[in-house]
Protein backbone atom coordinates (compact mmCIF):
# COMPACT_ATOMS: atom_id res chain seq x y z
CA UNK A 1 0.00 0.00 0.00
CA UNK A 2 0.94 3.27 -0.70
CA UNK A 3 0.02 6.35 1.49
CA UNK A 4 -0.22 10.07 0.00
CA UNK A 5 -0.07 13.21 1.78
CA UNK A 6 -0.85 16.78 0.55
CA UNK A 7 -0.35 20.17 1.96
CA UNK A 8 -0.18 23.68 0.83
CA UNK A 9 -3.84 24.74 -0.35
CA UNK A 10 -5.54 27.89 0.71
CA UNK A 11 -6.98 30.93 -0.22
CA UNK A 12 -5.30 33.41 -2.91
CA UNK A 13 -5.96 36.33 -4.58
CA UNK A 14 -6.04 36.25 -8.50
CA UNK A 15 -2.43 36.86 -9.38
CA UNK A 16 -1.06 35.09 -6.67
CA UNK A 17 0.76 31.73 -5.85
CA UNK A 18 0.49 28.71 -4.08
CA UNK A 19 2.88 25.77 -3.91
CA UNK A 20 1.49 22.30 -3.69
CA UNK A 21 2.93 19.26 -2.21
CA UNK A 22 2.23 15.30 -1.89
CA UNK A 23 4.72 13.17 0.10
CA UNK A 24 4.24 9.27 -0.94
CA UNK A 25 5.34 6.69 1.97
CA UNK A 26 5.12 2.88 2.05
CA UNK A 27 5.69 -0.31 0.07
CA UNK A 28 7.52 2.21 -2.88
CA UNK A 29 9.06 0.19 -5.02
CA UNK A 30 9.10 1.69 -8.95
CA UNK A 31 6.84 4.82 -9.42
CA UNK A 32 5.50 5.34 -12.84
CA UNK A 33 3.93 8.86 -12.76
CA UNK A 34 2.95 11.18 -9.61
CA UNK A 35 0.87 14.39 -10.45
CA UNK A 36 -2.33 16.38 -9.65
CA UNK A 37 -5.76 16.21 -10.90
CA UNK A 38 -8.09 18.72 -9.82
CA UNK A 39 -11.84 19.01 -9.56
CA UNK A 40 -14.12 21.85 -9.25
CA UNK A 41 -17.98 21.70 -8.49
CA UNK A 42 -19.80 20.34 -11.35
CA UNK A 43 -17.26 18.93 -13.03
CA UNK A 44 -15.00 16.35 -14.08
CA UNK A 45 -11.73 15.79 -12.27
CA UNK A 46 -9.44 16.82 -14.64
CA UNK A 47 -5.55 16.67 -15.01
CA UNK A 48 -3.54 19.42 -13.75
CA UNK A 49 -0.01 18.25 -14.56
CA UNK A 50 1.88 14.79 -14.03
CA UNK A 51 5.75 14.20 -14.22
CA UNK A 52 6.76 10.53 -15.37
CA UNK A 53 9.52 9.07 -13.53
CA UNK A 54 12.36 9.02 -16.12
CA UNK A 55 10.57 10.68 -18.66
CA UNK A 56 8.96 14.58 -19.15
CA UNK A 57 6.01 16.17 -17.49
CA UNK A 58 3.02 16.57 -19.18
CA UNK A 59 0.49 19.71 -18.36
CA UNK A 60 -3.04 20.88 -19.28
CA UNK A 61 -3.40 23.42 -21.53
CA UNK A 62 -5.09 25.84 -19.06
CA UNK A 63 -1.82 26.01 -17.33
CA UNK A 64 1.18 25.68 -19.06
CA UNK A 65 3.48 29.02 -18.46
CA UNK A 66 1.75 29.29 -14.95
CA UNK A 67 2.68 26.08 -13.37
CA UNK A 68 5.72 23.98 -12.38
CA UNK A 69 5.40 20.70 -11.41
CA UNK A 70 9.03 19.14 -10.00
CA UNK A 71 9.68 16.15 -8.05
CA UNK A 72 12.30 15.02 -4.91
CA UNK A 73 12.94 11.69 -5.74
CA UNK A 74 15.12 10.98 -2.27
CA UNK A 75 11.83 12.26 -0.23
CA UNK A 76 9.16 10.60 -2.95
CA UNK A 77 7.24 13.90 -3.30
CA UNK A 78 6.36 16.03 -6.07
CA UNK A 79 5.40 19.99 -5.65
CA UNK A 80 3.18 22.05 -7.89
CA UNK A 81 4.06 25.52 -7.89
CA UNK A 82 1.26 27.81 -8.88
CA UNK A 83 1.64 31.21 -10.77
CA UNK A 84 -0.35 34.10 -11.68
CA UNK A 85 -3.58 32.01 -10.26
CA UNK A 86 -6.81 32.50 -11.85
CA UNK A 87 -10.54 32.41 -10.31
CA UNK A 88 -10.72 29.60 -12.52
CA UNK A 89 -8.14 27.34 -10.75
CA UNK A 90 -10.70 27.03 -7.59
CA UNK A 91 -11.16 23.48 -6.96
CA UNK A 92 -9.47 20.16 -5.10
CA UNK A 93 -6.58 19.31 -5.98
CA UNK A 94 -5.49 15.52 -5.63
CA UNK A 95 -2.24 14.01 -5.85
CA UNK A 96 -2.19 10.78 -7.97
CA UNK A 97 0.93 7.99 -7.94
CA UNK A 98 0.94 5.40 -10.32
CA UNK A 99 2.92 2.22 -9.30
CA UNK A 100 4.42 -0.80 -10.68
CA UNK A 101 2.90 -3.46 -8.90
CA UNK A 102 3.06 -7.11 -9.75
CA UNK A 103 2.01 -7.36 -13.06
CA UNK A 104 -0.02 -4.43 -13.15
CA UNK A 105 0.05 -0.73 -12.13
CA UNK A 106 -1.61 0.20 -9.24
CA UNK A 107 -3.16 3.96 -8.97
CA UNK A 108 -2.92 5.92 -5.52
CA UNK A 109 -4.63 9.34 -4.85
CA UNK A 110 -4.88 11.83 -1.73
CA UNK A 111 -7.28 13.20 0.28
CA UNK A 112 -7.18 16.28 -1.57
CA UNK A 113 -6.62 19.80 -0.67
CA UNK A 114 -8.37 23.29 -1.40
CA UNK A 115 -7.36 25.26 -3.54
CA UNK A 116 -9.88 28.94 -3.54
CA UNK A 117 -8.70 31.83 -5.92
CA UNK A 118 -10.89 34.53 -4.96
CA UNK A 119 -10.64 38.67 -4.56
Known amino acids: QVQLVESGGGLVQPGGSLRLSCAASGSIINIYTMGWYRQAPGKQRELVAQ???????NYADSVKGRFTISRDNAKNTVYLQMNSLKPEDTAVYYC?????????????WGQGTQVTVSS
Open 96 to 108: NLVHVGPGRLETY
Open 51 to 57: IIFGGNA
